[in-house]
């Protein structure tokens, strides 16, 4: 059974950091995108970051750029999420997202969901 594991949120003050992780008992891990999205309470889930299977490229939304990054550890099976200089419109439910096109070797989709780890900014 597919899992995605994320850890690392909590309670930081505003400027704060803090570095999320997901851990994935993936097949093949290194054939997957990675994700990371948010969803507020009240708002839509949006796409926070995302990085390649090999991490080559990495792409982020407008709001986050220049204070987060994602990175990925293929051997480990693990992708992440440092946070910096949080801002109070930080605050949401955090989740990693992984997903692989139709491939010559596996022609289902593949689209994973971890539970989400809740992120709080506030002094």
């Known amino acids: 059974q597919v899992q995605l594991v994320e850890s690392g949120g909590g309670l930081v003050q505003p400027g704060g950091s803090l570095r999320l992780s997901c851990a994935a008992s993936?097949?093949?891990?290194?054939?997957?995108?990675m994700s990371w999205y948010r969803q507020a309470p009240g708002k839509e889930r949006e796409l926070v970051a995302a990085?390649?299977?090999?991490?080559?490229?990495?792409n982020y939304a407008d709001s986050v750029k220049g204070r987060f990054t994602i990175s990925r550890d293929n051997a480990k099976k693990t992708v992440y999420l440092q946070m910096s200089t949080l801002k109070p419109e930080d605050t949401a439910v955090y989740y990693c997202n992984a997903v692989r096109e139709r491939t010559s070797y596996d022609v289902t989709r593949r689209d994973y969901w971890g539970q989400g780890t809740q992120v709080t900014v506030s002094s």
């Open positions: 993936l097949r093949l891990f290194n054939t997957y995108a």
């Open positions: 990085i390649t299977s090999t991490g080559g490229i990495t």
